[in-house]
């Protein structure tokens, strides 16, 4: 197993179209994550899945996102009508870990997102 | 409100000296504290997590230690490399929120200069 892994690594998609990102986690893992980040700020917390269950979706989170974690294995990320305020690194990451358990988290390198 | 501080000011020094990169918290109860490296473009990489009953960890050149009632983490590389430069992430895991994911600080730029 490589890691987690994400794809594409990058996309410019104009403004108001749809974008869908794909996350491979490590295969293991029962914990996947969807973080975004901006330039000079840590990781944004988007979603939380743990196996096919989304347990968290952050407050901050639009109505334009929404991720799926079919069968408990890749996940999804999609954004419709993208805004320029999109543009970010999105970030996935995983873990292996029960309800109270907390590990370390492997993170893909990410898919850099420009909107024009 | 909660916030999770790291210094904003990259942090210069010179190669073999001991840098330490500070994590404060406010209004939260973290049951664990780790510590990530990010180079640029790339994706955070694990380096220690540390538990709310944990005074100090150490790997290698590296050392953490977790003081919750400064509500403080103090993160150090001892005999710094230039290799070493990359920003440094503390993130927390919020037990009393039932959040289950890590919540980060915005990062310190660490810069060793040979």
């Given at each position: 197993?490589?890691?987690?892994?994400?794809?594409?690594?990058?996309?410019?998609?104009?403004?108001?179209?749809?974008?869908?990102?794909?996350?491979?986690?490590?295969?293991?893992?029962?914990?996947?994550?969807?973080?975004?980040?901006?330039?000079?700020?840590?990781?944004?917390?988007?979603t939380?899945?743990?196996?096919?269950?989304?347990?968290?979706?952050?407050r901050?989170?639009?109505?334009?996102?929404?991720?799926?974690?079919?069968?408990?294995?890749?996940?999804?990320?999609?954004?419709?009508?993208?805004?320029?305020?999109?543009?970010?690194?999105?970030?996935?990451?995983?873990?292996l870990?029960?309800?109270?358990?907390?590990?370390?988290?492997?993170?893909?390198?990410?898919?850099r997102?420009?909107?024009? | 409100?909660?916030?999770?501080?790291?210094?904003?000011?990259?942090l210069?020094?010179?190669?073999?000296?001991?840098?330490?990169?500070?994590?404060?918290?406010?209004?939260?109860?973290?049951?664990?504290?780790?510590?990530?490296?990010?180079?640029?473009?790339?994706?955070?990489?694990?380096?220690?997590?540390?538990?709310?009953?944990?005074?100090?960890?150490?790997?290698?050149?590296?050392?953490?230690?977790?003081?919750?009632?400064?509500?403080?983490?103090?993160?150090?590389?001892?005999?710094?490399?230039?290799?070493?430069?990359?920003?440094?992430?503390?993130?927390?895991?919020?037990?009393?929120?039932?959040?289950?994911?890590?919540?980060?600080?915005?990062?310190?730029?660490?810069?060793?200069?040979?």
């Amino acid at each position: 197993d490589t890691g987690v892994s994400q794809d594409p690594r990058h996309k410019i998609t104009k403004r108001g179209q749809n974008v869908t990102f794909r996350c491979d986690p490590i295969s293991e893992h029962n914990r996947l994550y969807w973080y975004r980040q901006t330039l000079g700020q840590g990781p944004e917390f988007l979603t939380y899945f743990q196996n096919e269950a989304q347990l968290e979706k952050s407050r901050l989170l639009s109505d334009r996102f929404s991720a799926e974690r079919p069968k408990g294995s890749f996940s999804t990320l999609e954004i419709q009508r993208t805004e320029q305020g999109d543009s970010a690194m999105y970030l996935c990451a995983s873990s292996l870990g029960g309800v109270s358990m907390n590990t370390e988290a492997f993170f893909g390198q990410g898919t850099r997102l420009t909107v024009v | 409100s909660q916030k999770i501080e790291q210094n904003s000011e990259a942090l210069n020094i010179q190669e073999g000296k001991t840098a330490t990169l500070t994590c404060n918290y406010t209004n939260y109860s973290p049951a664990y504290l780790q510590w990530y490296r990010q180079d640029p473009g790339r994706g955070p990489v694990f380096l220690l997590l540390i538990r709310e009953n944990e005074k100090e960890k150490r790997k290698e050149r590296l050392k953490v230690t977790f003081d919750t009632t400064l509500k403080q983490s103090l993160f150090h590389i001892t005999a710094s490399q230039p290799a070493d430069s990359a920003t440094y992430l503390c993130a927390l895991t919020l037990m009393d929120t039932g959040r289950r994911a890590l919540t980060f600080g915005s990062g310190t730029r660490l810069q060793v200069q040979p």
